[in-house]
C-alpha cells in the first residue's frame, strides 16, 4: 500500500463547476500537507499549504484536511479551462529533512 | 511568492558526456534543495536532498556517483549527470526549502540523451 494515494483520474468537467480534489493516507505522523499544480511540461507551482487539521481558503482554492480520516482535500470553485492541469497533493512529517511524500497526482481538464 | 530557476531549461547530448543543471533560489536563501527526476505521466520521484556546505543525501537506489550533487552556497545546487546514457533522459527537477520549509520547484530540465 502507498503511503498517499489519490486517483488518478482524468477527471473532466464543465467551465464553471466545482471541482473536489482528494487524497487519502496512511502515516499518522503526517503534519504538513500541500496542493501543487503542474502544468504540462513544467515544474509544480505551490497552491496550498496547511498544518494539522482544517480548512484553508486562497481565492477559488480551498483545502481541507481532516487528520483523523487521514484524508485531504481541494476544492476548485468556479472552474476555469485555465485550471487544467494535474493536481498533486504532498505531505511530510515535522522532521527536519522537509522531504515530501508525493500523491500520483490527479490530472483536471475543464471544459469551455 | 518565492521563485526557483534552473538552467538549462533543455538539453541534448551525446551518450557518454555529462551534463550539468543549475538550481537557483532568486528571491530567498535555501539552505536545503531537493533533486527529482519526473517521467511522463508519472509523479515526482526524490532522488537526493543537498544542504549547503555538506554532502548530498541520496535516496536509495540512486547512484551517487552517476549523479553528482554541489550545493556550493544558500542559492545555488548543481546537478551533474555524468556519462549520460539514453536511460537517464527524463525531466529533472529541483526545488528549494523556504523559512516555512514549504518546497518551490524549479520549472525543470528536460534532458534528452541520444
Known amino acids: 500500500q502507498k503511503e498517499v494515494e489519490q486517483d488518478p483520474g482524468p477527471l473532466s468537467v464543465p467551465e464553471g463547476a466545482i471541482v473536489s480534489l482528494n487524497c487519502t493516507y496512511s502515516n499518522s505522523a503526517f503534519q504538513y500537507f500541500m496542493w501543487y499544480r503542474q502544468y504540462s511540461r513544467k515544474g509544480p507551482e505551490l497552491l496550498m499549504y496547511t498544518y494539522s487539521s482544517g480548512n484553508k481558503e486562497d481565492g477559488r482554492f480551498t483545502a481541507q484536511v481532516d487528520k483523523s480520516s487521514k484524508y485531504i482535500s481541494l476544492f476548485i470553485r468556479d472552474s476555469q479551462p485555465s485550471d487544467s492541469a494535474t493536481y498533486l497533493c504532498a505531505m511530510r512529517s515535522s522532521s527536519n529533512t522537509g522531504k515530501l511524500i508525493f500523491g500520483q497526482g490527479t490530472t483536471l481538464q475543464v471544459k469551455p | 511568492g518565492a521563485v526557483v530557476s534552473q538552467h538549462p531549461s533543455r538539453v541534448i547530448c551525446k551518450s557518454g558526456t555529462s551534463v550539468k543543471i543549475e538550481c537557483r533560489s532568486l528571491?530567498?536563501?535555501?539552505?536545503?534543495m531537493f533533486w527529482y527526476r519526473q517521467f511522463p505521466k508519472q509523479s515526482l520521484m526524490l532522488m537526493a536532498t543537498s544542504n549547503e556546505g555538506s554532502k548530498a543525501t541520496y535516496e536509495q537506489g540512486v547512484e551517487k556517483d552517476k549523479f553528482l550533487i554541489n550545493h556550493a552556497s544558500l542559492t545555488l545546487s548543481t546537478l551533474t549527470v555524468t556519462s549520460a546514457h539514453p536511460e537517464d533522459s527524463s525531466f529533472y527537477i529541483c526545488?528549494?526549502?523556504?523559512?516555512?520549509?514549504?518546497?518551490?520547484f524549479g520549472p525543470g530540465t528536460r534532458l534528452t540523451v541520444l
Open positions: 526545488s528549494a526549502m523556504g523559512v516555512y520549509n514549504e518546497q518551490f
Open positions: 528571491d530567498f536563501q535555501a539552505t536545503t
